[in-house]
Every structure is written in structure tokens, then in C-alpha cells.
């Protein structure tokens, strides 16, 4: 077999945005196969796909060098772009985003709208969105309800960037998996002409691994990368079972019965425990994928000894590994409230009644578990 070509010292860098290159992790900033080290120029496997695609894939940091970018923007005049999953609201949010990106306007942009059933009230759940932004002490110019798969709403969006930037260049922010890269390739195909961009000279803003999309008058859209918020599920889980806990079709929620001292596991991934209570009702909001079984609270330890990673799936046996120990989470819902229970990353769970409920619900260490006002 004959032996991979080596970087130079000169060449360890990347010729379209100036990030250190490696071929060890394809997840990680400045990949690219060790078969394409002999090509000129010598390029990332993202500029790549930007030069001969027209297409931006998303780049993942760790929360320090995410603020490392984000410290950048208070110092500019820009307008700041948002994208938070209405699936995993809370998972989604950036913490202390006002701080960051000081006096500049924010237009938040709420994707995967599409997974809500369609029954669901469209001007209600833009209410819920501006209370949970306002209790996040999150001031915005403007909220904008959108689907990148179903490409709903992206037309507004753009034309609200349009109006509300005043000439000033664009930040697109947002943690993985929220659909930015969808905006940022849409952007690409109508108003750039990054293959030109790439081939002439390397990006601006090359060490923190921005790229900047040229725009007529000047100005750029900046595309930052996708921060990891580690208290997610979908970053914890194995990649190949990634795509079972993120829906991709309107979701089908779930209702059960529940008397107190019954449990509803979620596969393997979580537990859900009402443990006192009158009997009332519980709506599972979870992708399809996911396999919800009930049984008694007192059964519930031994069960998922003997069935996790089997009938007890996802994550299947041989990815049990993977994910932490669980912890445990006691919630008491008032009377008089309409609560959800969110599990960050799997979805989330309506507390149908107002009666009150003492519930417990146990998932992997470090994932987030919260009450919130119910969405639907």
C-alpha cells in the first residue's frame, strides 16, 4: 500500500479560510481526507463542498472559543440573526446572547415550525415564543416563524434582514443542528458567488473560522459556527442514532392515562415517573422513532435492567455505553398551571391538566430537564 502524502509546514493551513487543517476527525474545523492532500489548492473538505457544491456545512465550537466569536460582534454594526429549534427551545438558546452582541438589533429566526401538527395555532405559538424570550431577558427586533426542510417562511426572513439591517453586515448565529447552515446555503444560491470568493482569496475572519458571503453593496453575511451546548441529548447520543431522536415529519403526539406510581420510559433515553397525583392526562411530544412503553413505577428499576438497549431502545444495546449515567429530577407542578416537562434534545411532555402533579423524571447526567409553560 503506498504511503499517504504529509503536510508540509507551509501548506497546514487551509487555502479558502485559513483554518489549521487535519485528517484525523471528520466533525471537527480543518478536515480533509488524507487522498486529498495532493491537491492545489490545498483546501478543507468545507471549502470544498463550498467551491464545487455551492454548499456551507455546519462547523461545531466548544462554549469558550463560541464566545471567543460572539465578543466580536458587540464591537460592530451589524444586525445579529438568531436561529433557535422549536423542538428544543430551551436546548437551543445561547446564554447571555444580549452581553455579547451589545447594542446591535437581534431577529430571532424559530425553524422546524413544520413539526408542529397543523391544527396548532400559528399566531399563538409566536406569543408563546416572545414570553419565553422575554423571560430569557431576550430583547429582539423581530421573531420570525420558519422551516428550513420545508423551506416555510424563509422568504420573510430574508426580507425582514432586508429591512431591518440598514446596510449593515449580518451575523448568523446558533447552536448545532438548528438549521442555520439551510439559511446559509439559501443565501449562497441567490446572492453570492462564493466560487469566485474562494478561488481569488482566503475569507475574512480566517482564525475563528467565520465566513464572510459578500453582498452587493459591500457588506457581508457571517456565518459563525454552531455552538455545542453540551446539555443537549443530541450531543451526547451516537451519531448513528442521531436521526432517531430528531424528527424529520410532523410530529404525532402521544397521550396517555396516567394514575399515580405509573412510568412512561422513552426507549432507554429517559424516564418518566408520575408519582402522585390524581389520574390525569400526559401528551408525549417525541419522534415517532422513539418507542414509549408504560408500566408500573414499582416494575420500573428491573424493567429497564433487563430491557434497556432492547425493548428499551433507542439507544440500542451495543450504544449504551455512550451515553452517562441517569440522573434524577424531581418536578412539582402547581395547580393552576399548564406545564411541559422538557427533556433537552428528546422533546417533551404536556401536562394536560391543572391539578397539580409531583412527577420525577431521570435522564443522562448533564442533559437538561425543566418545567416551562406549555407550548401547545
Known amino acids: 500500500m503506498s504511503k499517504q502524502p504529509e503536510m508540509s509546514e507551509q501548506a497546514q493551513k487551509c487555502g479558502g479560510c485559513g483554518v489549521r487543517l487535519q485528517t484525523e476527525d471528520a466533525s471537527q474545523l480543518g478536515y480533509l481526507p488524507a487522498q486529498a492532500l495532493h491537491r492545489e489548492p490545498l483546501i478543507c473538505q468545507r471549502c470544498f463542498r463550498i467551491k464545487h457544491y455551492n454548499e456551507l456545512a455546519t462547523v461545531a465550537l466548544n462554549e469558550s472559543d463560541f464566545t471567543n466569536i460572539l465578543g466580536q460582534i458587540a464591537s460592530k454594526q451589524a444586525l445579529v440573526v438568531k ?77 425582514r434582514i432586508g429591512e431591518l439591517r440598514g446596510g449593515r453586515d449580518v451575523y448568523i448565529v446558533g447552536a448545532t443542528n438548528v438549521g442555520k447552515s439551510t439559511l446559509i446555503n439559501r443565501i449562497i444560491k441567490q446572492y453570492s458567488d462564493l466560487d469566485a470568493e474562494l478561488t481569488t482569496s482566503r475569507y475574512p475572519g480566517t482564525t475563528l473560522n467565520m465566513v464572510h458571503i459578500p453582498l452587493d453593496d459591500g457588506k457581508s453575511i457571517i456565518d459563525t459556527p454552531g455552538i455545542v451546548n453540551s446539555f443537549r441529548l443530541t450531543e451526547v447520543i451516537a451519531k448513528q442514532e442521531l436521526g432517531i431522536i430528531m424528527p424529520e415529519h410532523t410530529l404525532k403526539p402521544a397521550s396517555f392515562q396516567l394514575d399515580e406510581q405509573q412510568t412512561l420510559f422513552f426507549g432507554a433515553l429517559a424516564r418518566f415517573d408520575f408519582v402522585k397525583g390524581v389520574h390525569q392526562s400526559f401528551t408525549c411530544y417525541v419522534a415517532q422513532s422513539v418507542n414509549i412503553h408504560r408500566t408500573k413505577l414499582e416494575r420500573a428499576d428491573e424493567l429497564y435492567e433487563v430491557h434497556k438497549g432492547k425493548m428499551l431502545a433507542p439507544p440500542e444495546e451495543a450504544n449504551l455505553p455512550a451515553l452517562p449515567e441517569w440522573t434524577r429530577h424531581s418536578l412539582r407542578v402547581a395547580k393552576g398551571a399548564k406545564q411541559d416537562v422538557v427533556i433537552s434534545g428528546l422533546g417533551w411532555i404536556q401536562v394536560n391538566s391543572d391539578v397539580g402533579a409531583l412527577l420525577e423524571v431521570y435522564a443522562p447526567k448533564g442533559i437538561r430537564v425543566v418545567l416551562r409553560e406549555s407550548m401547545i
Open 83 to 159: 436561529m433557535v429549534d422549536l423542538f428544543d427551545f430551551e436546548g437551543s438558546m445561547i446564554s447571555g446572547l444580549r452581553r455579547f452582541v451589545g447594542n446591535n438589533p437581534v431577529l430571532i429566526a424559530v425553524n422546524k415550525i413544520d413539526l408542529l401538527p397543523k391544527n396548532v395555532n400559528r399566531n399563538r405559538i409566536m406569543n408563546w415564543v416572545r414570553r419565553q424570550l422575554k423571560e430569557h431577558g431576550m430583547k429582539v427586533e423581530d421573531v420570525v416563524l420558519c422551516s428550513a426542510r420545508k423551506n416555510i417562511g424563509f422568504d420573510r426572513l430574508l426580507e
